[in-house]
């Protein structure tokens, strides 16, 4: 099987090429990346993959990769909120016109697709809430990041529905793991207390989100390209719900520190506060499990691949860091 993943060098992408190049040996992959700010050649090192470089809005550069395989598998995004709310563009164009572009060229060929996208589209819930976010909650994104990513999911249901693109669709709450960007929020914080710096919470950190380990989202979408049914939305996630605050305070413990040793820094606007995934149609139709069921234990090997994987996030860490101090963050 020959196996189209775009936005393969960053954060989820990457991680998928290497769990598939490991449990899949019948599957070749070619990955397509721009290669922004937040892909690195460096996350796919020693991995036998093509690498092309190129942007997925671009028309002649996806076609011909779309036509030599047999499932695409749509990573490629501009994915942060923060990013978004300073300049909304490049997220209008990658989400929105690269999704397009894909789907277009999957329409073509007749490939199918797998689209990635988030929990976020959902909006948010009250903290005492007991729903969930399901396949039939209403869209009601609050971001530029999430509405593009929302809009994303839009086009592909409209091309399945008008065009019978055969794609389908996964929405999943917030990952972590190796390879995460250090913009984000766990490895931002783990990177601050290996550098001497004081991890940052946004407002009064009350805001929950539900936390899945990258290899058991990938392992859901495998899922999802062998088993689930085309035109389908599947929501991911493994009942990972927990505040930031609460998080923080792991991050520091485990890494030996005293749990408050951190700053209270300027909330994030519109900032969502909580998401949390009803994931039984993916357990109970799909017999997707979760491997990664303890957080402690998950956060404390994430940590260990910071610790030790320095060189991969160290050029950037004093530039993030600044981007942020400008915004009080
Ligand atoms: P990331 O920012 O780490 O990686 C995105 C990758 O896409 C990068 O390698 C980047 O170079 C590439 N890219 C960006 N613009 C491109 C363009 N125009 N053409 C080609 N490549 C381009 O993001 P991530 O966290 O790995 O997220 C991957 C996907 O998963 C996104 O679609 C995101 O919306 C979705 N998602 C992420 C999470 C999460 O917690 N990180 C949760 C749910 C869904
Ligand atoms: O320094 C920080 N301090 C802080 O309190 C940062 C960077 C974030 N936060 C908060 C904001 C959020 O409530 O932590 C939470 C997580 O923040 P992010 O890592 O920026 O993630 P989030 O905005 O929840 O979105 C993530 O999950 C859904 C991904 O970035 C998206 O791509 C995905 O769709």
Redesign the pocket.
């Given at each position: 099987m020959r196996v189209l993943v775009?936005?393969g060098?960053?954060?989820?992408?990457a991680n998928f090429v290497r769990q598939t190049l490991t449990e899949r040996p019948d599957v070749q992959v070619t990955v397509?990346?721009?290669?922004?700010y937040?892909?690195s050649r460096g996350s796919l090192a020693g991995l036998d993959v093509e690498l092309v470089e190129?942007?997925?809005?671009d028309r002649d550069v996806v076609d011909p990769l779309v036509a030599q395989a047999d499932v695409v598998v749509h990573?490629?995004?501009?994915?942060?909120n923060d990013n978004s709310l300073n300049d909304p563009w490049p997220f209008v164009?990658?989400n929105i016109v690269?999704t397009f572009t894909v789907l277009e060229a999957v329409r073509r060929h007749g490939t199918r697709l797998h689209h990635?996208?988030?929990?976020e589209v959902y909006g948010d819930l009250e903290l005492d809430d007991p729903a969930k976010f399901t396949a039939t909650t209403p869209y009601n994104p609050s971001s530029p990041y999430s509405s593009t990513?929302a809009g994303s999911d839009m086009l592909v249901r409209a091309w399945v529905r008008s065009f019978g693109v055969a794609a389908t669709l996964s929405n999943?709450?917030?990952?972590y793991g190796p390879y995460?960007?250090i913009e984000?929020f766990i490895p931002r914080q783990i990177t601050n207390v290996l550098d001497g710096r004081r991890p940052k919470l946004y407002g009064a950190g009350l805001n929950v989100r539900d936390w899945i380990h990258v290899a058991d989202h990938n392992a859901a979408v495998w899922d999802i390209i062998d088993r689930g049914q085309v035109g389908r939305t599947y929501l991911i996630g493994a009942d990972g719900e927990m505040s930031n605050k609460a998080v923080v305070e792991l991050v520091l413990e485990l890494l030996g520190k005293d749990p408050g040793d951190y700053d209270h820094v300027a909330d994030r606007p519109g900032h969502d506060l909580r998401y949390a995934i009803d994931s039984r149609p993916l357990r109970e139709e799909l017999g997707w499990e979760p491997r990664f069921h303890d957080f402690r234990a998950g956060l404390a090997d994430t940590i260990e691949w910071y610790r030790t994987n320095e060189a991969w996030w160290r050029p950037q860490k004093d530039a993030v860091e600044a981007k942020y101090a400008a915004t009080g963050q």
């Open positions: 775009t936005g060098a960053g954060f989820i992408g397509l990346d721009k290669l922004t937040a892909g190129g942007d997925v809005a990573f490629a995004a501009e994915s942060h164009h990658t690269g990635i996208s988030t929990d990513k999943c709450s917030n990952n995460q960007h984000k």
